[in-house]
């Protein structure tokens, strides 16, 4: 029986071949776009799910919350958290503190800079994350003071194919031992490095310059992570923290009026669901991912009704042929197994092809969100077995409706009539209609958030930041800080500006687009209402070059060798009014305390947009900085790009020989914080453009059968004087009001959707009355094409051929 169910479905598939293609590629590009879509949201989700203990490994975070202030939130914490943490809780098993450094390193005469992929570790690394080991071991690496362990990419930069082991390089004026070298991260791990220094060293370094690591609970420059034992409470450890706060900062809380708690981080939830301050790196956006999900979820949703109106239309047609297998014996169960039959083969066909499209397009989307996202593995078995049960029973769905409906067709009527019309059961398009404006209710609400995207991307990419990065060509810092190359980048920043096509030169300890490394608390003097500010490093040409302009008292320009040696700072506007000065007028002149000693405010100046527009104003003390320098700003004209390049290049190498020449456009360096939402927003272009395609499919299919069964009409209507106009405007009228109802529906939760969204920007759009017309008016547009050109030829047919037809 089931042998012969399968022969009669697929001599119906190739007998209509039309609708059976237009079914099956609706289907395999919504299975398609649904696997990929699903394939991202696993490989975001599974971040870090790599490491053999990641269910108990934490990050230990802490938020602080100034007397009358926002709370902060940092993810990094001071040195002793680890070996106190180790101490104080059974729970615990064992810590590591990450330390990130900067700094060139040598290799023979060569000279590297590997940003943010250098850091110090505790040898406890190798028991709690599981790093794999290309070569050597967890029980050699980072035994020594000097050892170092490379990954192979750099171990490759370095020494080419050659062995690594045993080999040197030279950081800090000191030489380091390769003792390991391990394979190359997962894409999917939020830590990312290049070289692991080992911890214990850089103690060393740092208190043989005066300085303390052991004990200091105020230097919250370092990434911790402890390692739960087995069986563990972690609810019972949270409960502890706000103790262990107060053991060790609970007389400095009292003493400077703030209050701060020390938190536990689920490793696994670091890359979706936590934005704190300096991150390891830039971070996922769980937000996003839902509305993917969503897409996803429509994408698949529009295919499958798509299959059920398509199915339903063609009752009509295989009406007979219900009749007389009813009239011969069938019963409506076996009706309805022939057609579930028919449905499951179709969607196995478009599964199959979906795969193959997903299995194409996977390089075009890994490119898309600049990320190499592996394809589906056979070993993740919990998934095959989700994406199986999703995708049969969505079949099964697709399928029950059109079954029910064709099985349950009259032998009299069905076989009686030549002339069944689409009324009566038959012809019941009700719930048709129902799923044409769900199809476009979906469409519309994924057209009018593309649509907000956009512009709240061109509103972040137009609004005044308050700040010229345009025409800034900036050098970093890759040479030795000592009294030496200071002077060298006096006479080299003196040497540019001599260049007609260099307007001017500035020197920062950062720069527009990057967040301020640097922070500490500061308090009016006389009180102890502390708060957090970052504080920024600059010459006496930064303010001027930046355009940044001041609204009280003055900038540095006047006296710069006196502002610095008189420690005077100009805050922003947000600086002025957290320390507690009521106007900026009534900060100039006036003394701000740090943990050193007091500083003279002489000058404010106007908030400006440091960072991305999803960040509020940052509090930023500005002072005068001699040395210690980071970066080199030059305003430049534009119009000999290259020539000026290549001479701010060769100047750079005659004043530093054998250290790297490293520079960025600031404009672009500023928009890579807009680089998640730009791979977003493409990604939902693609995937909106992917469902009004399928939509359109099926909308092609719907009208071209329905045409067909009205072509008598059409053409007694052109007997009888109808022009195209009007045989048009019959025609495609029915589809318009239901994009309109489709309109109604989708507007208000697509609006809910879009606020949602735009929460996690603090300068964002207003949703216009642009958001709640032009989606529709472009789905209008689409669907007016698609119904339209079939229109006009049924209209445009020659009436006879019809009417000697009938």
């Known amino acids: 029986m089931w042998k012969n169910y399968f022969k009669i479905a697929l001599r119906n598939l190739r007998k209509q071949r039309a609708f059976s293609i237009v079914n099956i590629m609706g289907l395999s590009l919504g299975m398609a776009a649904s696997l990929v879509i699903l394939n991202y949201l696993n490989f975001e989700k599974g971040y870090d799910s790599f490491h053999v203990n990641a269910e108990r490994i934490y990050r230990v975070p802490m938020e602080i919350t100034e007397k009358g202030g926002a709370t902060q939130t940092f993810a990094f914490t001071y040195p002793p958290v680890a070996t106190s943490m180790m101490k104080d809780f059974p729970e615990v098993e064992t810590a590591v503190r990450w330390r990130g450094q900067g700094g060139p390193i040598k290799v023979n005469e060569q000279v590297y800079l590997e940003p943010g992929l250098l850091f110090f570790v505790d040898r406890s690394v190798f028991d709690i994350f599981s790093f794999p080991f290309a070569k050597g071991n967890a029980r050699v690496a980072l035994n020594e003071l000097n050892d170092v362990v490379l990954t192979e990419s750099i171990a490759q930069k370095y020494f080419g194919g050659g062995e690594a082991l045993g080999r040197t390089i030279r950081y800090q004026e000191e030489d380091y031992v ?35 690591i052991r004990d200091n609970w105020g230097w919250s420059d370092y990434y911790t992570y402890v390692l739960l034992k087995p069986g563990a409470d972690v609810n019972t450890l949270r409960a502890k923290m706000p103790s262990f706060a107060e053991r060790y900062k609970g007389e400095d809380m009292k003493a400077t009026s703030y209050t701060m708690q020390f938190l536990l981080q689920p490793l696994k939830d670091i890359h979706l669901k936590s934005h704190y301050d300096y991150e390891f790196q830039g971070n996922g956006n769980f937000k996003y991912l839902g509305f993917l999900a969503i897409a996803g979820f429509i994408i698949l949703v529009i295919a499958w009704i798509n299959y059920v109106n398509l199915a339903t239309a063609r009752a009509l047609d295989r009406s007979k042929e219900i009749g007389i297998r009813k009239v011969v014996g069938a019963v409506r169960q076996q009706l309805i197994r022939q057609f579930l039959v028919e449905a499951l083969l179709v969607n196995l066909v478009a599964i199959v092809l979906g795969l193959l499209i997903f299995q194409l397009s996977l390089p075009y989307f890994s490119e898309l969100v600049g990320k190499k996202i592996p394809g589906l593995g056979l070993q993740n078995w919990s998934f095959w077995l989700a994406l199986a049960g999703i995708f049969v029973a969505g079949s099964l769905l697709a399928g029950f409706y059109p079954a029910f409906v064709m099985s349950g067709f009259r032998p009299i009527q069905t076989l009686k009539s030549a002339a069944l019309n689409e009324t009566g059961k038959i012809g019941n398009n009700l719930l048709r209609k129902i799923l044409v404006v769900g199809q476009f209710s979906a469409a519309i609400i994924l057209v009018a958030v593309i649509m907000g995207l956009f512009q709240q991307m061109r509103y972040m990419q137009n609004l005044d930041l308050g700040v010229n990065i345009e025409q800034t060509l900036v050098v970093q ?48 003097k006389n009180t102890r209402n502390e708060k957090r500010c970052r504080t920024l490093g600059v010459d006496e040409h930064f303010l001027d070059n930046y355009g940044l302009k001041i609204i009280a008292g003055r900038q540095f320009r006047e006296n710069f060798a006196s502002d610095a040696a008189q420690r005077n700072i100009v805050l922003n506007e947000t600086a002025a009014r957290i320390i507690g000065f009521e106007t900026p007028e009534a900060a100039i002149g006036q003394k701000v305390t740090y943990s050193d000693g007091d500083l003279t405010v002489v000058g404010v100046l106007k908030d400006y947009h440091q960072e991305s527009l999803r960040n509020d104003f940052d509090p930023i003390v500005f002072y005068a900085s001699s040395n210690f320098w980071q970066f080199y700003s030059l305003k430049v004209n534009t119009t000999n790009m290259q020539e000026t390049l290549a001479k701010v290049e060769s100047t750079w190498k005659s004043y530093f020989p054998g250290n790297p020449f490293q520079y960025v456009f600031l404009d672009e360096f500023y928009n890579q914080q807009y680089k998640v939402d730009r791979q977003f927003n493409a990604i939902l272009w693609c995937f909106t453009l992917l469902a009004i395609v399928v939509a359109c499919l099926g909308l092609l299919g719907l009208s071209a059968f329905i045409l067909a069964k009205r072509a008598k009409e059409i053409s007694i209507r052109k007997v009888l004087g109808a022009n195209i106009g009007q045989i048009l405007s019959l025609v495609t009228s029915e589809y318009f009001r239901l994009i309109l109802i489709a309109g109604v529906v989708a507007l208000p939760l697509a609006y809910v959707l879009m606020q949602q969204w735009l929460k996690s920007y603090v300068f964002r759009i207003q949703v216009g009355w642009w958001f709640f017309v032009l989606p529709i008016l472009g789905v209008v547009l689409i669907a007016g094409l698609t119904v339209g050109w079939q229109s006009i030829r049924a209209a445009m047919a020659n009436p006879v051929k019809s009417m000697r037809n009938e």
């Open 178 to 212: 390769v003792k390991a070298v391990l394979k190359d991260l997962p894409e999917n791990s939020h830590i990312r490095f290049g070289i692991l220094f080992n911890f214990d060293k850089y103690i060393q370094l740092v208190e043989a310059q005066g300085g303390r």
């Open 477 to 524: 810092e890759t040479m030795p800080r000592d009294s030496l190359g200071l002077l060298k980048v006096k006479s080299y920043l003196q040497e540019l500006e001599r260049y007609p096509d260099i307007i001017n030169t500035s020197a920062s300890t950062d720069i527009p687009g990057k967040e301020v490394g640097n922070s500490t608390t500061f308090w009016r």
